[in-house]
C-alpha cells in the first residue's frame, strides 16, 4: 500500500529535550515536506527537499532541522524545543516528474506537545 | 510573495444542497493549485487539482472546482451536498522557484452539512 509514515504519532516532551520525528514514504517520490498545522493558521511549510542531499527553507524553518540521506526518509529535528512549537506536524510526499502528479500524500500527523 | 486565502471559516450546507467553498491566490507565475481535504483526526486527502487545460476539473467524491485566472479564484464546488462530506477543506497553491517547490497553504475552511 502506497502510505507515508510518521513516528510517534503523540509526543509529550519538555522544553529543551531534543527530539525527531521520522517520516517515510514508499512511493519513490524525489519530494518531501514537513508541515506544521495550528489553528487558524492552516497548514505551514516548515523545510522541503526535491531529492536526496536537497533541502530548502518553508516559510517557518526557526528551531527546526531536516536531513535527507536516504530517498524514502526525511527526518524533523527538534534541537532544543519550546513550547511555541506545540503542534500538529505533517509530512507529505509528491512526485516531481510532471505537474499532473504534484499532489502532495500526507502522513497520518505528529501531536507533539512541549512544557 | 505567493498567498492563498480563504474568506470563510465556517460554510454551513444542508445535505442535497450545493455548496461552495472560496479560494482567491497570489503568485507571480502561472499557478499549480490544490484542494485537500481533512476529516476529523486524519492526515490530509488530496482532492482535486489545476494544472493547465480546462477551467473546470473534477476531482474525488464528487468535487469540482472552477480555475478563473481574471479573478484569481479555485473555488471548490459540489451540486448536491452529503453529511459525510462534512470536514475541514484546505485550498494550496504550489510555485516553482530557484529552490524547489514552495507550497502554501490557505488557513482552511470548516463545511459543515446539516442533514
Known amino acids: 500500500e502506497a502510505q507515508v509514515t510518521q513516528n510517534p504519532r503523540y509526543l509529550i516532551t519538555v522544553t529543551g529535550k531534543k527530539l525527531t520525528v521520522t517520516c517515510s514514504q514508499n512511493m519513490n517520490h524525489e519530494y518531501m515536506s514537513w508541515y506544521r498545522q495550528d489553528p487558524g493558521l492552516g497548514l505551514r511549510q516548515i523545510y522541503y527537499?526535491?531529492?536526496?542531499?536537497?533541502?530548502d527553507k518553508g516559510d517557518v524553518p526557526e528551531g527546526y532541522k531536516v536531513s535527507r540521506k536516504e530517498k524514502r526518509n526525511f527526518p524533523l529535528i527538534l534541537e532544543s524545543p519550546s513550547p511555541n512549537q506545540t503542534s500538529l506536524y505533517f509530512c507529505a510526499s509528491s512526485s516531481t516528474g510532471s505537474p499532473d502528479s504534484y499532489e502532495q500524500y500526507f502522513g497520518p500527523g505528529t501531536r507533539l506537545t512541549v512544557t | 510573495a505567493q498567498s492563498v486565502a480563504q474568506p470563510e471559516d465556517q460554510v454551513n450546507v444542508a445535505e442535497g444542497n450545493p455548496l461552495t467553498v472560496k479560494c482567491t491566490y497570489s503568485?507571480?507565475?502561472?499557478?499549480?493549485l490544490f484542494w485537500y481535504v481533512q476529516y476529523p483526526n486524519r492526515g490530509l486527502q488530496f482532492l482535486l487539482k489545476?494544472?493547465?487545460?480546462?477551467?473546470l476539473v473534477k476531482g474525488s467524491y464528487g468535487f469540482e472546482a472552477e480555475f478563473n485566472k481574471s479573478q484569481t479564484s479555485f473555488h471548490l464546488k459540489k451540486p448536491s451536498a452529503l453529511v459525510s462530506d462534512s470536514a475541514l477543506y484546505f485550498c494550496?497553491?504550489?510555485?516553482?522557484?530557484?529552490?524547489?517547490?514552495?507550497?502554501?497553504f490557505g488557513a482552511g475552511t470548516r463545511l459543515f452539512v446539516k442533514a
Open positions: 494550496a497553491v504550489r510555485e516553482r522557484n530557484t529552490g524547489g517547490f514552495k507550497t502554501i
Open positions: 503568485v507571480s507565475g502561472n499557478p499549480y
Open positions: 527537499s526535491m531529492n536526496v542531499e536537497v533541502t
Open positions: 489545476y494544472i493547465t487545460g480546462d477551467n
